[in-house]
């Protein structure tokens, strides 16, 4: 499991379980040293016992659960993209170097995907930022509905977008990216009141079978490359980029 997945209120409410009994143990080591024998004072103060055993526990378990909550919302928080709620470039960087493992043990693809939409700036210009920011949303969601489950989309710039297709050969992340490319190409944005707008992506594709020496650097490079040549090109395409020679001494 990944450490970002981990549930943190779980661990700090058992926590204060631990906590919570180490109160009512502490008075009984407490009465043994004042000459209660630990056994007859508990059997004369049960009562007490018990609810001091129950008041810590809860007590302590309590505000562990609270604790390990809100650090796990600020988690969350701290991985995700505020404007178009998909996971930050934080994120999508820890991931990347998990999934280069795992794909190295099993020897399997990885392909990378950047998107960058064309002529963002127009649109900005034309229609103003807060516009430029629910075309970014829409988009957002468009491209969502359209990655499988296993492939990862994060928003890792101003209007570039990155996905990580786990397993997927060239071929396959080669369709993917025109399947993207269409979706974008097709899409009417509505942008603000009776306004909408149409937009394009250029798209670069990074994808290789991973071996002991891949890095992440490199996909991302390749992915770069490509990304650069599909706007030089013309954009509102697809290009591709092999992954250069991995450095054994980096
Ligand atoms: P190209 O086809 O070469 O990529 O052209 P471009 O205009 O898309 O690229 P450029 O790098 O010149 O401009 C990117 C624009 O994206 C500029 C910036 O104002 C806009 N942008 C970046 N982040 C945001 C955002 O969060 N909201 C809005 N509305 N605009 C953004
Ligand atoms: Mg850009
Ligand atoms: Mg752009």
């Known amino acids: 499991m990944y450490p970002y997945r981990r549930k943190n209120w779980r661990l700090r409410a058992l ?8 109160a009512p ?8 040293f004042t000459g209660h024998p630990a056994l007859s004072w508990l059997k004369d103060q049960i009562g ?7 008041g810590s526990v809860v007590a302590f ?8 909550s809100y650090e796990d919302v600020l988690r969350t928080e701290s991985m995700t993209d505020a404007l178009t709620g998909l996971k930050n470039v934080r994120y999508f960087k820890e991931r990347i170097s998990e999934e280069l493992s795992r794909a190295k043990l099993k020897r399997r693809h990885l392909s990378l995907l950047i998107l960058d939409l064309d002529h963002f700036k127009r649109v900005n210009d034309k229609h103003g930022h807060p516009a430029g920011d629910r075309l970014l949303s829409s988009l957002a969601a468009l ?3 359209n990655v499988r489950a296993k492939d990862m989309l994060a928003r890792v710039g101003g209007e570039e977008f990155a996905v990580m297709l786990p397993g ?5 992340a080669l369709r993917m990216a ?3 490319r269409r979706a974008v190409k097709a899409k009417v944005f509505q942008v603000s009141g009776k306004q909408s707008l149409k937009i394009t992506v250029s798209v670069g594709l990074a994808s290789s079978r991973a071996s002991r020496l891949s890095r992440p650097e490199s996909y991302y490079s390749a992915a770069d490359r490509a990304l650069f040549h599909a706007k030089r090109l013309g954009r509102n395409r697809v290009e591709q980029e092999r992954l250069g020679p991995p450095n054994p001494s980096s």
Do not use: C, E, N
């Open 168 to 172: 997927a050969s060239p071929s396959t």
């Open 61 to 68: 378990s309590f505000f562990g659960f609270r604790m390990g």
């Open 178 to 180: 025109h399947r993207l």
């Open 25 to 32: 143990m502490g008075w009984l080591l407490l009465g043994s």
């Open 15 to 22: 926590q204060g379980v631990l906590l919570g009994l180490g």
């Open 143 to 145: 491209l969502s509905a």
């Open 48 to 54: 007490v016992f018990i609810y001091m055993l129950l």
